[in-house]
Nanobody
Framework: VQLQASGGGLVQAGGSLRLSCAASGRSFSNYAVAWFRQAPGKEREFVAAVRWRSGSTYYADSVKGRFTISGDKAKNMAYLQMNILKPEDTAVYYC???????????????????WGQGTLVTVSS
């Protein structure tokens, strides 16, 4: 599976952005898809994930209620709608995908086999 993330940019605090993740090579249907982010000097951290088969979604506490992960399986697309953005949301955002991931591993970057190239989100105060 090849992944390509897009949609990043510069936005003021309180604003919104929608990130997109396009998958090619295989269908998303049997995969879990996640978004991670990495700010300068920090480790990559989990943001949100969805397991397509069950439709279950998972969020980091820091984004719960502000971010929404969704997707279109027919188009092999995943999205991250980010609302009420804060300066601390500034980071490079990556989409990732994995087959057969278990719930207890869904927040762990090493659980994912496929990664997109990242898209930069900058939130100004």
């Amino acid at each position: 599976v090849q992944l390509q993330a897009s949609g990043g940019g510069l936005v003021q605090a309180g604003g919104s952005l929608r990130l997109s993740c396009a998958a090619s090579g295989r269908s998303f249907s049997n995969y879990a898809v996640a978004w991670f982010r990495q700010a300068p000097g920090k480790e990559r951290e989990f943001v949100a994930a969805v397991r397509w088969r069950s439709g279950s979604t998972y969020y980091a506490d820091s984004v719960k209620g502000r971010f929404t992960i969704s997707g279109d399986k027919a188009k092999n697309m995943a999205y991250l709608q980010m609302n009420i953005l804060k300066p601390e949301d500034t980071a490079v955002y990556y989409c990732a995908s994995a087959l057969g991931i278990i719930v207890s591993s869904i927040r762990i970057p090493s659980s994912y086999s496929y990664w997109g190239q990242g898209t930069l989100v900058t939130v100004s105060s």
